[in-house]
C-alpha cells in the first residue's frame, strides 16, 4: 500500500494539462501558425462575467469568472487551407489538442456556419479558488450544456484535417 500512493501521485500529476503560452495551427494547412498570446491581442476581446463547467450528467464541476477572449473563427480565418474550392471545406474538422493529449473535435461548419459566436480561444479567466485550472490559453464552447466536454485547457495545437 505505501507503494500504491506514489504511483498514483505520479500519474495524476502527469495528466494533468500543462501551461499553455501559445499553440500551433498545422494539419492541411498551406503554412503552419504558431499563435501566442501577443498574436491573440490583435483580435477582437470578447468577455464574459463567468460560466458554470457542467459535466457530461450535467453536475456542476466548476465555474470559470472574469473571461477574456477571442474568437476562435477570427483566429483561423487567417490560415490557409488547402481545399481545392469552398464546397470541400464541409469535408474539413479541427481536433484541439491540450497539452494532456486531450482532445476535442470540432467541424468546419461548426466553426464558421454557425449563427452564435460560441466558441472562444481563452486569454485569461478565474477558476473556482479549490479547482485549479492549468493553461494560459485555453479553448471553450460556451454554447454547449456539458460545457467541460469541450472545455480545452492548455491548448497546445488545432489540426485542421479531411475526411477520407
Known sequence: MKYLIPILLFFCSSTAAQESKQFIVDGEVKNTRTINMETLSHYKTFSLDSLIIYNHLMQRKSSLKNIKGVL??????????????????????????????YKVVLSWNEVFNSKKDGILILTSFDTNPAKKENGNIAMIVTTDQATGRRFVKGLNKISILKVN
Open 72 to 101: 476562435l473563427k477570427d483566429v483561423l480565418a487567417e490560415v490557409e487551407i488547402t481545399a481545392e474550392h469552398p464546397k470541400v471545406l464541409s469535408e474539413y474538422y479541427l481536433v484541439c489538442t491540450a497539452t494532456d493529449d
